[in-house]
């Protein structure tokens, strides 16, 4: 069987390493990118079964990769976990903002968890969000 595919985006090397570990460890294929725009280019290179996403980057931050991927017909359905040190409600009421000014509304993220993320729960929502995609 053929292990799934989690793309995790985020610019601190920390970070990347401990989810990238703990994703291997528990049976999925891990693959790691630092910014937006690698995470866009590598999201189309392999088409992950999930993509955990840091909100506050460098550069193509989340927020954009997030707005590219919800529009892109190829990726749109791939589940998304946005994780950040920014709070939840901050993040709802940017993205309610953003919408306002665009034509098609970007969903919120399937999942929004505020750093630093507890391992056993971002395991049961991978995994959760996974069987969700396939059914």
């Given at each position: 069987?053929?292990?799934?595919?989690?793309?995790?985006?985020?610019?601190?090397?920390?970070?990347?390493?401990?989810?990238?570990?703990?994703?291997?460890?528990?049976?999925?294929?891990?693959?790691?990118?630092?910014?937006?725009?690698?995470?866009?280019?590598?999201?189309?290179?392999?088409?992950?079964?999930?993509?955990?996403?840091?909100?506050?980057?460098?550069?193509?931050?989340?927020?954009?990769?997030?707005?590219?991927?919800k529009t892109d017909n190829a990726l749109k359905n791939i589940p998304v976990i946005m994780l950040?040190?920014?709070?939840?409600?901050?993040?709802n009421h940017y993205l309610k903002m953003l919408n306002t000014q665009l034509d098609n509304s970007?969903?919120?993220?399937?999942?929004?968890?505020?750093?630093?993320?507890?391992?056993?729960?971002?395991?049961?929502?991978?995994?959760?969000?996974?069987?969700?995609?396939?059914?």
């Amino acid at each position: 069987m053929e292990k799934k595919k989690i793309l995790i985006v985020d610019d601190e090397m920390d970070m990347r390493i401990f989810i990238s570990t703990l994703m291997e460890t528990s049976g999925y294929k891990a693959f790691a990118t630092r910014d937006g725009k690698d995470g866009i280019r590598k999201a189309g290179d392999i088409l992950p079964d999930l993509i955990i996403l840091d909100v506050m980057m460098p550069g193509e931050g989340g927020v954009q990769m997030y707005r590219h991927l919800k529009t892109d017909n190829a990726l749109k359905n791939i589940p998304v976990i946005m994780l950040s040190a920014v709070t939840e409600k901050a993040f709802n009421h940017y993205l309610k903002m953003l919408n306002t000014q665009l034509d098609n509304s970007i969903p919120y993220p399937d999942v929004y968890m505020e750093k630093p993320p507890e391992a056993e729960e971002l395991l049961r929502i991978t995994g959760k969000l996974i069987l969700q995609k396939e059914v």
